[in-house]
């Protein structure tokens, strides 16, 4: 096997290992990208969630759950239950996704 293959395949299994789990106040926090879902509601503030471990080819999926779990995680952590989602993105070098925390009754 070659050096060049060796390093590829623990890069890979490093970076699934890494996850990031979601709290049981963040599985409460919906998501959404229609700003009409947030009218009425209290804002909070921005909120945002990014995994750079994961990524390239194979990774992007788990980049983006990561992700997305973060901002539910740090939308908790603010008091919110509701995330507009204002810039999602997701490449080779991982995934983040920015948003507006709102508490809405």
Known sequence: MSRTTFLAIVSLLLASCVTVTLSPEGSQVRLTSNPDVVKGCSYIGFVQGTDHMNGGLAGQG????????????????????????????????????????????
Request: charged share 25%.
């Open 62 to 105: 788990a980049a983006e759950e990561d992700a997305m779990r973060e901002i539910r995680n740090n939308a908790a952590k603010m008091g919110a239950n509701t995330v507009n989602l204002i810039v999602t993105t997701t490449g080779f070098s991982g995934s983040a996704v920015r948003g507006e925390a709102y508490k809405c009754s």
